[in-house]
């Protein structure tokens, strides 16, 4: 193994990455406790799972498991579908009634 | 060749996170749905893809690289999807605003 000094660097700037990357994941949190609409809570959401891919990629770096590989691809595809779930849920929930279409909401309200 | 490695792979870490803490404080800061929507699409996927491209660089073997740009290329094909979707959400909130 050759450069211990390199190897002492990149924890360094690993940890340093992790902490940044939590403290930001706390900022999110924020967001998804004040956001005034919910469609501010959704983004906030969706940062918050990308945000966890990263810390999940620290973490791999950190204990030296490629494992964690694994999860954060996991993590990613749960919050892309976590998102899709949460943007269906929110074009629905405002229609009167949820046999309608999006074309029949549409002409009502031109209507 | 392992030094130059360690180098490369802090680096995008560092840079990583920064990226990761512009999208957190745009959400955060920015007075608007759609521009925090901005935000943290574009500086968080730019933010995951450098921790995983550092994330690469550590371990320095073939099956990771390639496991790390799967996660990459992943990211990058659902990120915009899930954007349209936020975002047109959003849009019918206000326009449904406006017009009552």
């Known amino acids: 193994m050759s450069g211990s000094w390199s190897d002492m660097v990149l924890a360094v700037c690993v940890s340093i990455a992790a902490f940044v990357v939590a403290a930001s994941i706390v900022c999110v949190l924020l967001r998804v406790l004040i956001g005034p609409s919910r469609a501010d809570r ?39 579908l976590a998102t899709v779930g949460f943007a269906r849920y929110l074009e629905r929930a405002d229609e009167p009634s949820a046999a309608r279409t999006l074309d029949s909401t549409a002409t009502d309200r031109e209507a | 060749m392992s030094t130059v490695f360690a180098l490369a792979a802090g680096l ?3 840079t990583g996170s920064f990226f990761f803490a512009i999208a957190a404080l ?3 800061r ?4 759609l ?3 901005h935000a943290a699409t574009k500086a968080g996927t730019l933010g995951a893809g450098l921790l995983l491209a550092a994330t690469a660089f550590t371990f320095a073997s073939l099956e990771i ?36």
Not at chain 1, 57 to 71: K, N, Q, R, T
Not at chain 2, 30 to 33: A, H, K, N, W
Not at chain 2, 65 to 76: C, H, N, Q, S, Y
């Open chain 2, 65 to 100: 690289t390639i496991r790390v740009m799967a996660i990459i290329g992943f990211l990058l094909l659902t990120a915009p999807i899930a954007a349209h979707l936020i975002g047109r959400v959003a849009w019918r909130l206000i326009d449904e605003k406006n017009t009552n």
């Open chain 2, 12 to 14: 995008c870490a560092v």
């Open chain 2, 30 to 33: 920015l007075p608007d749905t």
């Open chain 2, 26 to 28: 745009g959400v955060l």
């Open chain 2, 35 to 37: 521009t925090r929507m």
């Open chain 1, 42 to 80: 959704v983004v906030a959401l969706d940062l918050l799972a990308i945000c966890i891919v990263g810390l999940v990629a620290c973490l791999a770096m950190i204990d030296d498991v490629p494992a964690l590989l694994d999860v954060a691809l996991a993590v990613s595809v749960l919050g892309f």
